[in-house]
Every structure is written in structure tokens, then in C-alpha cells.
């Protein structure tokens, strides 16, 4: 997989769908720490994010 990173005019938001797809894998999961080469501090709002997304039903828990 290619590294991925959040570019500082990015808006991470929960409403933000096309980039919060580009953080999560084929099945479904939220890509770890090592393969988006996020700070930890980015990571915990990355992670935060697709959640809330995924409860207000924006994204997919699974991808089937």
C-alpha cells in the first residue's frame, strides 16, 4: 500500500466522505498509523472522524 497523508488544506471532518475513504481499507477498517503516516495526534482525529461518520450513516461500517 502507498503512504498517505493529510495535507494541511484538507478539512478533516466527519462530512468530508471522499477523503475519509482514502483512510480506510478495502474491508472496512480504518488504516493503522504506519501505513497513513499521521502523527498520533492526526491519527486520534482521523480515527474520531470516520467514526462519527459512520454513525450518522455517511460511510459504511463494512464494505461488502
Known sequence: MKNLEIK????LDYKNTN????FVSV???ILP???TVLK?????KLSKAIK???IAGLLK???N
Open 27 to 29: 474491508d472496512g477498517k
Open 33 to 35: 498509523k504506519y501505513i
Open 8 to 11: 494541511r488544506h484538507y478539512n
Open 40 to 44: 498520533p495526534k492526526n491519527q486520534r
Open 52 to 54: 462519527l461518520s459512520r
Open 61 to 63: 461500517f463494512l464494505n
Open 19 to 22: 477523503l475519509l475513504k482514502k
